[in-house]
Every structure is written in C-alpha cells, then in structure tokens.
C-alpha cells in the first residue's frame, strides 16, 4: 500500500525539502505543500518511470555530490579569471567528444548535468548509440587532460554509484 503511495519516495524526500528551501523558510504551511507536491508529482509522472534506477553505492552519492559542489565553486573563480582578465582571442573554446564507458541512462544524464553545472563547460548532444557525449569548454588548451578529468572526476564515480 505504501509504495502505491510513494512510489519514489526519494524522490518526494527532495521535492518536499526543494520546496522548503524554495519558499525561504521552514513553516507548518510550507511542509504540507511540499509534502503535497511530493506526493502528487511522483504520482501523476509514475507512467514515465518504468523502472527505478539502481543506485549501489548510496555513500559514493554524498561523495559525488562534495566533488560536483567543489568543482563547481572553483569553475566560477576559473571562469571569473578568463573573463576579468583574458582577451577572447586567448581563449581556446572548442567543442570535445567524451567518449562514455557507461551504458547507464540515469548516469549519463547525471554526467550531462554536472558538466552543464560547471561553470566553462556544457553538455550539447549524446551520440545516437550512446557511446559519446559532446562537450563545449569555454578554455580547453589541452582537450585530451578535460576529457580525461571528465572520465575520471565524473563518470568513474557515477559507474561506482549505478555500476
């Protein structure tokens, strides 16, 4: 009975607590609605989710998740500098191809996510048979060494969190 009702309850957990931070404050009113959305949303969407993503390393997701928000806090000061200090024709934009050892669709969009989170880099298009990711970098001289910290950083970690 309980699953019927929450048939992701990770996923009300995160809606009610977006909604609280959302609403810029814990209040009685404010936990209701988001208990409602959480509900309701998992409910009406439950036809989209086939199945649910396996996640085996529920540890591994925290870890995940300090990286990306490191990650994410020194992108902005890289990406202040180049645009406080470089000149546009210094700059080595170019689009990367990341090839994907993953074949999972919840860890491939996850990757797609975090790259288009990170300040000077964004996610533009997967391959048609899924084995590569297309990657535009605001500065890339080396893009052999982005590549490399994208598989290693990201999609080494997410393989350990689906695998």
């Avoid at 989710?49 to 992108?75: N, S």
Wanted: glycine fraction near 6%; charged fraction near 20%.
């Amino acid at each position: 009975m309980l699953a019927r009702l929450l048939p992701h309850p990770l996923l009300t957990l995160l809606l009610t607590l977006v909604w609280i931070l959302l609403v810029n404050g814990p209040s009685a009113g404010s936990l209701l609605m988001g208990l409602g959305l959480g509900i309701v949303l998992p409910l009406l969407t439950r036809s989209f989710w086939p199945d649910r993503p396996v996640v085996r390393a529920p540890l591994r997701v925290v870890e995940y998740g300090l990286v990306v928000l490191w990650d994410i806090c020194v992108a902005n000061v890289q990406v202040a500098y180049l645009v406080l200090f470089k000149r546009p024709e210094e700059l080595r934009s170019r689009f990367l191809v990341v090839p994907l050892d993953t074949r999972i669709p919840e860890a491939i969009v996850t990757l797609a996510g975090t790259i288009t989170m990170t300040p000077g880099t964004v996610s533009c298009d997967i391959s048609a048979d899924g084995r590569s990711l297309l990657v535009h970098a605001l500065d890339a001289p080396d893009p052999e060494a982005v590549v490399a910290t994208i598989k290693q950083r990201y999609e080494r970690r997410l393989l350990e969190i689906f695998g």
